[in-house]
């Protein structure tokens, strides 16, 4: 009996229970996802953010301090700074909240109402298709801030999710090679150059877009809190939260062409809840501050920082939206673009891969 | 009793391969590195195992790295169009090959054969390059001894094709 490794039966044998197993441990993970989903975004989580903080660990090791005590330092200003936004942010949005609440409750809607059924009646003839749509604004916005409050009440998350994630993020970071041998370890001699080389090439532009992506998001963030800064220093303060409004720009920015919504859309509902008199000057004030943070991002910040290695076309860009939201709600729409870009990158280069390596 | 989270911060873990540790500090590429810098190299390289006839790399596969023989013989073949291979040379334990490969991709300009079962150490482009990034002195010393053991190689080489242009010329003057 041939008992080479190309023996053809062996071969196909080893196939066949590979394939079994591979579509074996789908099903496990599709029957067990609902019970491990939020562990499951607390790894991807930890993954993103090891990506993000590896150079720097890696420049300070090449500075001469020991790796673990890099990753320390890194961990300890990154979570000292989060621990803060957070500690300021939340009751300042807990703080907005009430205050949103109390002016939904005044007349400012009722004047409001009063005003939009006349212009429906003068232009439309039907006051009551206004009366319908405020209605239903008002149901909508309302269920919005409670379910708000109730998840920023829920502290018992935010310790589990501040506990495991730096602890994850730090062992993914400090024993990265270790991982990465391990699971190269497990891949066949036939496969195992094509496999070492494609996982570095995708490693390596992935991690290139993904910090490009967080440069990029940051970036555009504070140039948002600095223009809605200069607003609210022209027009005597009409947009409170302006920080969290225009780092939430920010973040939104990753899908692409929805970051000056995001950031625009709370920004003019604040200003008109506040009701300034020149209410109207401002709103146009604050469009032009979203749409030049966007010109800019666009034409300079962008081709310098986020790889072209995972350019996507608009209608990619939706469908992937789409698709992350109806798996992760607003989270899932909010990583379906890197996720994407993820994916395309790693089909590109284990198709050159295949193409370039002799498998026989 | 130790913490084992304080002790892996802290202290540097000794590593366990001692063995693959002694053979890389007989490699000529690893000559100029010390007993510490040895470990970090320990801790990139990837050990593997061939069965007898199994390929570690084909002729025209995109370079990825050299290979370290620490148990068995590996041939080296090149593979002609008609299927038909030409012995090109047979290493042993302790011989190295595809060290070219560490300083681009270019396509391999021969295959190499597990001969008998072999146990090899594999040292790549990408770990070399992330190496030289962490800690850029202890990657210059192995581009240096890489550079060393190449130009050896390129000094051999021109010797025998000095021979071989005078064997040519030889009989003309004869």
Same mark, same amino acid.
């Given at each position: 009996?041939?008992?080479?490794?190309?023996?053809?039966?062996?071969?196909?044998?080893?196939?066949?229970?590979?394939?079994?197993?591979?579509?074996?441990?789908?099903?496990?993970?599709?029957?067990?996802?609902?019970?491990?989903?939020?562990?499951?975004?607390?790894?991807?989580?930890?993954?993103?953010?090891?990506?993000?903080?590896?150079?720097?660990?890696?420049?300070?090791?090449?500075?001469?301090?020991?790796?673990?005590?890099?990753?320390?330092?890194?961990?300890?200003?990154?979570?000292?700074?989060?621990?803060?936004?957070?500690?300021?942010?939340?009751?300042?949005?807990?703080?907005?909240?009430?205050?949103?609440?109390?002016?939904?409750?005044?007349?400012?809607?009722?004047?409001?109402?009063?005003?939009?059924?006349?212009?429906?009646?003068?232009?439309?003839?039907?006051?009551?298709?206004?009366?319908?749509?405020?209605?239903?604004?008002?149901?909508?916005?309302?269920?919005?801030?409670?379910?708000?409050?109730?998840?920023?009440?829920?502290?018992?998350?935010?310790?589990?999710?501040?506990?495991?994630?730096?602890?994850?993020?730090?062992?993914?970071?400090?024993?990265?090679?270790?991982?990465?041998?391990?699971?190269?370890?497990?891949?066949?001699?036939?496969?195992?150059?094509?496999?070492?080389?494609?996982?570095?090439?995708?490693?390596?532009?992935?991690?290139?877009?993904?910090?490009?992506?967080?440069?990029?998001?940051?970036?555009?963030?504070?140039?948002?809190?600095?223009?809605?800064?200069?607003?609210?220093?022209?027009?005597?303060?009409?947009?409170?939260?302006?920080?969290?409004?225009?780092?939430?720009?920010?973040?939104?920015?990753?899908?692409?062409?929805?970051?000056?919504?995001?950031?625009?859309?709370?920004?003019?509902?604040?200003?008109?809840?506040?009701?300034?008199?020149?209410?109207?000057?401002?709103?146009?004030?604050?469009?032009?501050?979203?749409?030049?943070?966007?010109?800019?991002?666009?034409?300079?910040?962008?081709?310098?920082?986020?790889?072209?290695?995972?350019?996507?076309?608009?209608?990619?860009?939706?469908?992937?939206?789409?698709?992350?939201?109806?798996?992760?709600?607003?989270?899932?729409?909010?990583?379906?673009?890197?996720?994407?870009?993820?994916?395309?990158?790693?089909?590109?280069?284990?198709?050159?891969?295949?193409?370039?390596?002799?498998?026989? | 009793?130790?913490?084992?989270?304080?002790?892996? !911060?802290?202290?540097?873990?000794?590593? #366990?391969?001692?063995?693959? =540790?002694?053979? $890389?500090?007989?490699?000529?590429? *690893?000559? +100029?590195?010390?007993?510490?810098?040895?470990?970090?190299?320990?801790?990139?390289?990837?050990?593997?195992?061939?069965?007898?006839?199994?390929?570690?790399?084909?002729?025209?596969?995109?370079?990825?790295?050299?290979?370290?023989?620490?148990?068995?013989?590996?041939? !080296?073949?090149?593979?002609?169009?008609? #299927?038909?291979?030409?012995? =090109?040379?047979? $290493?042993?334990?302790?011989?190295? *090959?595809? +060290?070219?490969?560490?300083?681009?991709?270019?396509?391999?300009?021969?295959?190499?054969?597990?001969?008998?079962?072999?146990?090899?150490?594999?040292?790549?482009?990408?770990?070399?390059?992330?190496?030289?990034?962490?800690?850029?002195?202890?990657?210059?010393?192995?581009?240096?001894?890489?550079?060393?053991?190449?130009?050896?190689?390129?000094?051999?080489?021109?010797?025998?094709?000095?021979?071989?242009?005078?064997?040519?010329?030889?009989?003309?003057?004869?």
């Amino acid at each position: 009996m041939d008992k080479s490794v190309n023996s053809p039966s062996g071969q196909i044998n080893k196939t066949i229970w590979r394939i079994f197993f591979i579509l074996l441990g789908m099903a496990f993970f599709w029957l067990v996802y609902p019970y491990i989903k939020v562990v499951f975004f607390m790894l991807i989580i930890s993954w993103l953010l090891a990506m993000i903080l590896n150079p720097v660990v890696d420049y300070f090791e090449s500075i001469r301090i020991n790796r673990g005590l890099a990753i320390v330092i890194v961990m300890v200003i990154i979570l000292g700074s989060v621990i803060g936004i957070v500690a300021l942010v939340v009751p300042a949005i807990m703080s907005a909240i009430e205050s949103l609440t109390t002016k939904l409750d005044s007349d400012l809607i009722k004047n409001l109402t009063i005003q939009l059924e006349k212009f429906f009646q003068d232009n439309f003839n039907n006051a009551a298709l206004a009366r319908d749509v405020i209605s239903k604004l008002e149901q909508v916005g309302g269920e919005m801030i409670v379910n708000i409050g109730r998840v920023l009440k829920n502290v018992s998350s935010y310790v589990a999710f501040i506990g495991i994630v730096p602890f994850v993020t730090f062992f993914l970071i400090k024993d990265k090679r270790l991982f990465k041998r391990m699971l190269i370890s497990q891949i066949p001699n036939r496969y195992f150059e094509l496999f070492l080389n494609v996982l570095h090439k995708v490693g390596d532009q992935v991690t290139k877009y993904i910090q490009g992506q967080a440069i990029d998001a940051l970036i555009v963030g504070l140039l948002s809190v600095l223009g809605l800064f200069i607003v609210n220093l022209r027009f005597d303060g009409p947009v409170p939260f302006f920080f969290f409004i225009g780092m939430l720009a920010g973040v939104a920015n990753l899908i692409p062409y929805l970051g000056p919504i995001v950031g625009a859309v709370p920004a003019i509902a604040l200003t008109v809840l506040n009701n300034p008199s020149d209410v109207g000057v401002i709103i146009v004030w604050i469009a032009v501050v979203f749409v030049l943070v966007q010109v800019i991002d666009n034409n300079i910040i962008s081709p310098m920082v986020v790889s072209k290695s995972v350019n996507m076309h608009p209608i990619t860009v939706v469908i992937a939206v789409v698709i992350g939201g109806n798996i992760g709600g607003v989270i899932g729409m909010l990583f379906a673009v890197p996720v994407w870009g993820i994916i395309k990158v790693t089909l590109k280069e284990v198709g050159w891969g295949l193409k370039s390596y002799k498998l026989k | 009793m130790k913490s084992p989270i304080w002790e892996n !911060i802290i202290f540097r873990k000794k590593s #366990e391969n001692s063995d693959t =540790l002694e053979f $890389l500090a007989k490699v000529p590429i *690893f000559a +100029d590195l010390e007993d510490r810098e040895l470990v970090e190299v320990e801790r990139i390289v990837h050990r593997r195992k061939y069965k007898k006839g199994e390929p570690i790399f084909r002729m025209g596969d995109p370079g990825l790295g050299m290979y370290i023989i620490v148990e068995g013989t590996v041939e !080296i073949v090149e593979e002609l169009d008609n #299927e038909e291979k030409k012995h =090109l040379a047979e $290493l042993g334990n302790g011989a190295f *090959f595809g +060290d070219l490969a560490l300083l681009d991709e270019s396509p391999r300009s021969a295959s190499a054969i597990a001969h008998t079962d072999c146990d090899i150490i594999g040292f790549f482009r990408p770990d070399l390059l992330d190496l030289l990034y962490r800690k850029p002195q202890q990657g210059i010393k192995i581009l240096w001894a890489l550079a060393r053991v190449i130009g050896e190689r390129l000094r051999r080489t021109n010797e025998q094709l000095t021979q071989l242009q005078r064997e040519i010329k030889a009989p003309k003057h004869g």
